[in-house]
């Protein structure tokens, strides 16, 4: 019986109520650690959609651009060609011309005025697809 008596003298001695409000302030410290953890995990979500949102959005501009550039060199590469075709025409119509020519020139001889036009001709195209690059 001595002992019991002794347990409940100890038992008498220890301060529960602050041990109580020790586990009371305990408990509320964690439960508003916890929700401030979570408040936290919301902020860093949404701060990551943010920069998702602004890098997809940087994305796609740099795709659009890139859209654009590749049209103008496509049309400037559609431009270029048509330009070599025109003058190789040319090119080749006189050099076909000039060696078809009825009468060959004499030595120390001007040309005629069609042969002159015709060269002046093809040195304007060559000096125009100069100034075009």
């Known amino acids: 019986m001595i002992p019991l008596i002794a347990a409940r ?5 220890v301060p529960w109520r602050a041990i109580g409000a020790a586990l009371l302030a305990v408990t509320i410290f964690s439960a508003g650690w916890v929700a401030n953890g979570w408040r936290k995990d919301a902020e860093i979500d ?4 943010a920069s998702a949102q602004a890098d997809l959005a940087g994305a796609n501009k740099a795709l659009d651009d890139l859209g654009k550039a590749s049209a103008t060199i496509r049309t ?12 190789g025409a040319k090119v080749d119509a006189a050099v076909k011309e000039f060696r078809n020519a009825k009468k060959p020139l004499p030595v120390g001889c001007r040309p ?3 042969r002159v036009r ?9 000096k125009q697809a100069a100034a075009a690059r």
Not at 46 to 49: A, C, H, S
């Open 46 to 49: 949404r701060m990551k959609t």
């Open 112 to 114: 005629d005025d069609f």
């Open 9 to 13: 003298a100890a038992l008498a001695a």
């Open 118 to 126: 015709k060269l002046s001709d093809a040195v304007d195209a060559a």
């Open 76 to 87: 400037k590469a559609d431009e270029f060609n048509a330009t070599q075709t025109e003058l």
